[in-house]
């Protein structure tokens, strides 16, 4: 049994900073992958940033240069630091992590981005 909890969502000014953090517990090992996704209403899932137990990292065109992801293997932790918050970054953000055979996916947390 793997259970994934986020936390740091919230509403936040345009230009302002926010940090997501998601930890999962339970029978998890050896998590090769730890990623960040979002979906804004009528659209598509999409992937925001992930890294890999080798410190791998790729980001979205669209966040390059404003958010930055981390982890923590001794926690099975990662985060998600996000500044010059812009209005299009207003989506439910989910995180994910992958191991060989399998994926668990964190429950969501809103990020609103106001003017």
């Known amino acids: 049994q793997v259970q994934v909890v986020e936390s740091g969502g919230g509403l936040v000014q345009a230009g302002g900073s926010l940090r997501l953090s998601c930890a999962a517990s339970?029978?998890?090992?050896?998590?090769?992958?730890m990623g960040w996704y979002r979906q804004a209403p009528g659209k598509q899932r999409e992937l925001v940033a992930h890294?890999?137990?080798?410190?791998?990292?790729n980001y979205a065109d669209s966040v390059k240069g404003r958010f930055t992801i981390s982890r923590d293997n001794a926690k099975n932790t990662v985060y998600l630091q996000m500044n010059s918050l812009k209005l299009e970054d207003t989506a439910v953000y989910y995180c994910?992590?992958?191991?060989?055979?399998?994926?668990?996916w964190g429950q969501g947390t809103q990020v609103t981005v106001s003017s």
């Open positions: 994910r992590f992958a191991q060989l055979g399998y994926q668990y």
């Open positions: 339970g029978s998890i090992r050896s998590i090769n992958v």
């Open positions: 890294i890999t137990s080798g410190g791998n990292i």
